[in-house]
């Protein structure tokens, strides 16, 4: 009983700290890709942008690996976003 009252609180704790966070590519785990939470009123506007510089791959460039998602995939998390090179 302890056991699943601990696990049952510690699912909830985790919900409501990462309620606005986008911890992993598209939202969550199933990639849904939007946020169940409202948008702010209003209309909105770009307030920063930042020029990134090309990814540096993990392996030579002579092995072509990666064949797909040639692009970063930003997550957000703690009012900060983190982009991977």
């Known amino acids: 009983m302890k056991?699943?009252?601990?696990?049952?609180?510690?699912l909830i704790v985790a919900q409501i700290s990462t309620a606005g966070?986008?911890?992993?590519?598209?939202?969550?785990s199933g990639r849904g890709g939007a946020s169940p939470h409202a948008l702010p009123g209003g209309e909105l506007q770009l307030q920063w942008s930042i020029q990134l510089p090309e990814p540096a791959p993990a392996w030579p460039v002579?092995?072509?690996?990666?064949?797909?998602?040639?692009?970063a995939e930003p997550v957000v998390m703690d009012e900060r976003i983190f982009v991977p090179s």
Do not use: E, I, N, P
Request: aromatic share 16%; glycine share 4%; no cysteine.
């Open 62 to 71: 002579t092995q072509a690996k990666l064949q797909f998602d040639l692009q």
């Open 3 to 10: 056991k699943s009252a601990a696990l049952v609180l510690g």
């Open 21 to 28: 966070d986008w911890q992993m590519w598209r939202y969550d």
